[in-house]
């Protein structure tokens, strides 16, 4: 039976060539964005699910009261202390990952960025897959070192290779003790290197600062027993970290927090971690699962519209004792055989996809025909595609009566007609919305661009003061390099301050005091180290007064705000001269700088205060002479080399750094974009279909019109009015929604563009002109033709 | 003295548009005994096609009673109806209502696929039926490539295959030339003489002497009834 089945649907879908094509092709584009969407939505859905014992993992949060603040990290000692006083505590672990070691091998210096110092039972805790070694040998040697596959190849050539290599990082010797594999793409743990904490702790220094039970720099972990009432639990680690801290008041508190839950976190202060953003993941599974209903509604529309073709088969089959399931299973065959073949061509364009998807969205998603989580995704895709395609046309096929098509009528009611009519209405609305998602998308990064942001960010190279340097030399170091620097024709300008301009995030609250601030009033203000040389580096204007002066001994503790700081913090007149206490220190205000952007556009620019502490200074801003920027880096690396011999010299331009504060907004953009350019090119790829159908029942019309002297134009008018109709009711439908959606995307930036009306009119023309064009391709082919050809065939 | 295969008594049809109402059947009345070859003829609208319809189960009757080998099935759902229809009837048209996408051997294989019949018993009785029909060396053709006479021997075959009681034919020389024409009423005959019912609509007087009787239908009713010969 389904051999026959499907042998009728091979056959009808080889007779009707353009139409099985049309479905095909536009089934497998929609499909391949879906599958590419759900791919990333699952990986998001399922961060660091693969840890087999994930529902028994929590990360301990520390709670702060008076400030509201939640942090993902908590004191060194928390850790030990736990693990003797409460029992139901499996295991254990502390993570560290704020240094970046310089690693020496074979005398190439590169800095380790994704190093983690973890306690031994890390491994115990999380998954890992030990392609050499094992977690033992790293617990039982302080200098052991784990390797990630790739890292392992990267340094050492192989994993194999790598296995007791030693790598020399900071003055002391790591023996590689084993390899893991890379983590999951879904792992909220992307490191690739693994050293013992203890290591970290031999630093006397560090030792002794992070021994109190103030300061919080470590994120603990814990494995407990699947039967632990949690709240109790979490209730007997506050009161050890109260008992132990000394916090009487009850100011601090800990939060038990599910490992399943950790990635979409939003409350805490900062993380280390990448987090995600559970609306993204939302609009971006509706747009996955509209842009496969687009690629459905062709299926759907051209196999009712050519139902009529069928009918006289359908008949048949039932007078000779076909029932009415039968006909619908072979039906659902045919869109199975569709579906199937679809999916096929969508695995292929993923994979071909797959490389570009994978760098908009900075993951490093990979297509192995043997994941589970890969077919989990297909396979709900193609079911998808196959419901939404084969039950209503198997419905209405098989729901034909016989002796209507032999008599002659219209084998299709009208509501079958609105319906169809409805679900190019609802392709286009959706292709409307996208494209005025886009360019009103686009206008914003447009205006990101040339917003003045009140400096000159091009030709600006930074690179970081090495964190490694001996703090009493510093202050020393720092200026011979900065003299060695402006010693180079190819550099103009040479600065040092604390924060990269395009994004302070350093905020100092209760840290100024100035004349007739009311003491209950300690707002938050942005603070920026600088030195005499900033203003001229960065090209900042002046409102009024003036910046530093090179040997100026007061204005060591002086101060210069931004018009915000002026206004917000109610500075009495004349700004100039007003004293201003910052971080104890009695000074003046000496200047007012114009606002700058030192926030992406997402953010207002409020307060800020630029002061000068050279101990602060840790990053150089060098601006560089016109049309020189290889000889300055050059330069720069030379005298790197030179001065800091034990560090590698990482350096990136300020506009670099620009383009990735935008970065989560561009990947946006584009993924819009391409999904706008798939939702257009599959809705016309019906519409096409539609169209040509439409000239072909209309032939005879068109023959006897045209005898009677119908012009082309007018023909191609009849036949392309119908579908020009539904275009414009769907761009009427989009443009109140696309402006509420796009209304909540923009209210995301501090400054904006205004969403004008004539976004609207030009993203319904474009629409309406791509749709126009799909479908004279048919009318006018229809028009043109010999009438006496037409009826004819009659 | 043969059972009544079929009889119908005040069978009405009534087809309702927006604006019409037409009467195809009017208190209609008929009896087919079993073997009996019936030609039903008249003028075009007057509820030939729609009897013929509802003879072949295709159709529902608004009103009257339908007896089918003595059984009432006026009533009969639609599921009932198809499994009614594909035991025991078989259809002949005047445009052969071949399937084009399928074969010789596959559209008279269809019958028997609904019929749940095993493929290789499928295969002995298509060959028989294609034999009969003298159309074997055509089996993997497609419809378009035959010559009507072909394509109606093929529809015939297709009618036969299940060994049905009862052939409903639709003008079945319809679009045939005479010689293809009497071709295919000669094979009816053979039919009928080896025991199926046919009940046969037609305009041409010239099938209709092939008939045992012929019923005149007008406005939906029947008016004359004229005995050709006797059944056997």
Known sequence: MFQNYFKSAWRSLWKNKSTSIINIVGLSVGMTAAVLIFIWVQNEMSYDNYNKDAANIYRLTTNLKTEGWIWETTPLLLADAVKKEVPEIEKIARLYSGDMPVFNINNNLSYEKNCAFVDDDWFNIFHYDFIEGNAASFANDINSIILTASEATKYFGSANNAMGKIIHADSLNYVVKAIVKDAPVNSSFQYSAFIPLQNLLRNADRKSNDENWDNANYITFIKVQPTVNISALTKKITNVLQLRSGDTEKQSSISLEDLKDMHFETDLQSSFFASGNKNTVYIFSVLGILLLIIACVNYVNLTTAKASLRAKEVSVRKMVGAGRMQLFNQFLSEAFLVSIIALAITLLLVKLCLPAFNTITDKHFSLSLLSASLWKVVGITLLSAFVLNSIYPAMVLSSFKPLHVFRGFTVLKLKDNYLRKGLVTLQFTFSVMLIAGTIIIYKQMQFIQQTNPGYNRSQVLMTHVPPNVDFSKKDQLVNVIKQELLAQSSIQNVSLTNQPILNIGSYSTGAADWAGRDTTFNPKIAQLSVDADYANTMQLQMNEGRWFEKNNESDKNNVILNETAVKELNIPKPYIGQRFTWKGKKGQIIGIVKDFKYKSLHDKTGPLVVFQNPAWANLFMIKVAPGNAQQAVNALQKIWKQILPGNPLEYNFLDDSFNQLYKADRQTSSLILIFAVIAIIVSCLGLFGLAAFAAEQRTKEIGIRKVLGATVANITTLISKDFVKLVCIAIVIATPLSLLAMNKWIQSFAYRIKMSWWIFVVAGLIALLIALITVSFQSIKAAIANPVESLRSE | ?232
């Open chain 2, 1 to 232: 003295m043969q059972n009544n295969m079929i009889k119908i008594s005040n069978l009405e049809k009534i087809y309702r548009t927006e604006e019409v109402e037409t009467i195809a059947l009017n208190k209609m009345n008929m009896e087919v005994k079993e073997g009996e070859f019936v030609a039903v003829m008249g003028p075009s609208g007057c509820g030939k096609s729609t009897l013929l319809n509802i003879l072949g189960l295709l159709d529902d009757p608004n009103g009257g009673s339908f007896l089918f080998n003595g059984e009432e099935i006026a009533h009969y759902n639609e599921r009932q109806r198809a499994n009614l229809r594909k035991r025991t009837i078989g259809f002949v048209f005047q445009s052969f209502n071949l399937i084009d996408e399928l074969t010789v051997f596959e559209n008279v294989e269809l019958p028997l696929i609904y019929t749940g019949v095993k493929a290789s018993e499928r295969k002995e009785r298509v060959e028989a039926a294609l034999d009969k029909m003298q159309i074997m060396h055509r089996r993997n053709h497609y419809p378009q490539q035959l010559s009507g006479g072909q394509q109606q021997r093929v529809a015939v075959a297709r009618a036969v295959v299940n060994q049905p009681k009862l052939i409903l034919a639709d003008e079945p020389t319809g679009n045939l030339d005479s010689s293809n024409g009497n071709e295919v009423m000669a094979l009816l005959t053979d039919l009928n003489d080896a025991g199926t019912t046919i009940v046969m609509v037609t305009h041409s007087e010239h099938d209709a002497k092939y008939a045992h009787r012929i019923i005149r239908m007008l406005d939906g009713q029947t008016v004359t009834e004229s005995i050709l010969r006797e059944q056997l």
